[in-house]
């Protein structure tokens, strides 16, 4: 093995010294002449480093495709509806119901509200042909529905203001009862379904943006009609929940507890309103992704430790390889900690090329989806910042064994050393 020895060593207090950039040009000969061990040996740092940037990448990710599934049903979206309390009786006046007047008054002393729709639930029959019937679901609601439940409209149109004014008989219905009923969305526009008696044009056809299972107010046979008309069956103007949306984000917690004071004032003290927002949600989806990600974090860190005892055992072998060389850099006035710097050095070379190299890779492929794909995969440069420091810390660490075990060879015996 080749000996690289200094050319021009510094002097402190009339003894020859190292400086650092004489100790790292020792480290880079070291590694010209065992390219391929020391290869080997940062393969594992660069896997391990790359790792970590794709698993941070890949969480981040996930992260926001769940924040988006759930934003999708409307982020800015608070819903209220009369929960209970006062009379046991079952009639609507003694229920407390809301009623459309709470959703004005809501709108006039709660600034920052986008638009706000009541909703009415109402349920029927129809027939569906062959003297069958089937149960369906008709939720009467004001044209703004539509944006505050960020809802796709998949053929036609939603019904607009004039349609709401005039009482229109219109109505859409959801994208799977229109291909049970009508074979495609498209089939579904223009004809015409009876509700309690009364015909009913379907304007449109519609879906959720993210499927909730049935977990929301729409399910699989609902129609959507006019809040104006869905008043003629009922009779009066009591609402089963009304839907707001804010303009700006930040103001949906703020807005959540004002809705619920007006509401709350007006009404008897013991009726009991809920007024939530999906903010809570978003919450507990992002806490579950934060999670998922630090336990991928783990698992990389394990490969990162795995990489820095090969570090060591390469070390260690190449301490064994080199004792004649320490003997004689002893022997001209090395140090210890010179010594010790030198592995050191050299075992942080290793860590810090294949982190680079890692750090490289695991950018490649985010960067490379962003640039040849639609998708828009986040890409951390905290994580690439961690990866260097991390991949740092572990030639450190691990190189310390091997260079305190250089440091402290005997010099006579290490030049008697054959």
Known sequence: MAVATPTRPAKRNGKPTLVFEEIMHFAYETFCTNKVRFALTAFGMVVG?????????????GKQYILGQIQAIGANMI???????????TSTVAQDLLTIDDLRAAEQEVTGIRAAS????????IAVGGGKERDILVLGVSPQYSDVRNLLVLAGRFFD?????????????TEKFAVKQFGTPEAAVGRVVKFSGLPFTIIGTFRERVETFG???ISDDTLLIPYTVARFFTGNDYVKQIFFSMADSGDVDRATEQIHHVL???HRPESVYKVENLSQLLDVAAKTANALTAVLLLISAVTLIVSGVGIMNIMLATVSSRIR????????????????????????????????IGILIGLALPFSLRFLTNFRVPISGLSAIIA?????????????????RAAQLDPVESLRYE
């Open 49 to 61: 480093t790359a790792s970590l940037i794709l698993v941070v990448t890949i969480g981040l990710t």
């Open 79 to 89: 819903y209220a509806y009369y929960e209970g309390g006062g009379n046991a009786s």
């Open 118 to 125: 009541p909703m009415v639930e109402l349920h029927d029959r």
């Open 161 to 173: 203001d004039d349609d709401t004014a005039a009482r229109n008989k219109v109505a859409l219905v």
């Open 215 to 217: 977990q929301s107010e």
């Open 264 to 266: 709350q004032s007006r």
């Open 325 to 356: 060389e320490i003997g004689v850099r002893k022997a001209i006035g090395a140090t210890n900690s010179e010594i010790r710097m030198q592995f050191m050095a050299e075992a942080i070379f290793i860590s810090f090329a294949g982190g680079i």
């Open 388 to 404: 260097i420091v991390v991949s740092t810390l572990v030639g450190v660490l691990f190189g310390t064994v091997p260079a305190t």
